[in-house]
């Protein structure tokens, strides 16, 4: 299993401004996920974050407005950019396992007024 | 289409009151089923890995069972500490994109003390 921490915990920001998100692994691993997650909801995967190399976007999401970083195998970041209240979400990042199982952050709760 | 879905919704049992969790899927070339836990403002917790019809997995009150088709998550005499949302997702093996996964929208499990 991986331990992962996510920074900020919540966060509540203006329409128009930018919030960089944390996620810290305990361990080295290939494969780290972003997700986002509305209430009450499922996760929609919003971009794998490759080391090294730029993330692989999903249908819908786009590098100018959630850029990420992977500078290393235990550290990603995850930038919401000209935020408006549609952003409010929770998102998450996760790793993934030798077995594919994954393991996932706790969450950052962002609310975009 | 490439689906995940979860049955029922939501689910209220009484304490000791043994039931069910469904998790239907239309993947081709499926590499692994696994169930999660979520609890309210956390990440999923990783339950199981189920690789092949007829496969099952316990873990105190809660077993998984996997078909063709299917998988279930049972759970027998539930506790009221076993409220939480129960999360399904399959891996399938994509020749050109790799690994892909896909979540279904999850099973709120109420137990009522």
């Known amino acids: 299993s991986a331990v992962i921490s996510q920074k900020p915990s919540r966060d509540i920001c203006q329409r128009g401004t930018s919030l960089t998100i944390q996620c810290q692994v305990d361990s080295q691993v290939t494969m780290m996920f972003w997700y986002r997650q509305q209430p009450g909801q499922s996760l929609t995967l919003i971009a794998t974050?490759?080391?090294?190399?730029?993330?692989?976007?999903e249908s819908g999401f786009v590098i100018d407005k959630f850029p990420i970083s992977r500078p290393n195998l235990t550290f990603s970041t995850l930038t919401v950019s000209n935020m408006s209240p549609e952003d409010s979400s929770i998102y998450l990042c996760s790793v993934v396992s030798s077995g594919y199982e994954q393991y996932f952050g706790p969450g950052t709760r962002l609310t975009v007024t | 289409e490439d689906q995940v879905t979860q049955s029922p919704e939501a689910l209220r049992l009484q304490e000791g009151e043994s039931s069910s969790l469904n998790c239907s899927y239309t993947v081709s070339g499926l590499r692994g089923l696994f169930w999660y836990r979520q609890d309210p403002g956390k990440g999923p917790e990783f339950l199981f890995t189920l690789y092949s019809a007829g496969e099952e997995k316990e873990k105190e009150r809660l077993k998984a069972t996997l078909t063709k088709k299917e998988s279930f998550l049972h759970i027998t005499a539930p506790k009221p500490e076993d409220s939480a949302t129960y999360l399904c997702?399959?891996?399938?093996?994509?020749?050109?994109?790799?690994?892909?996964?896909?979540f279904g929208t999850g099973t709120s499990l109420t137990v009522i003390p």
């Open positions: 997702a399959v891996r399938r093996l994509d020749a050109n994109t790799g690994n892909q996964f896909y």
């Open positions: 974050a490759n080391q090294g190399s730029e993330a692989t976007y």
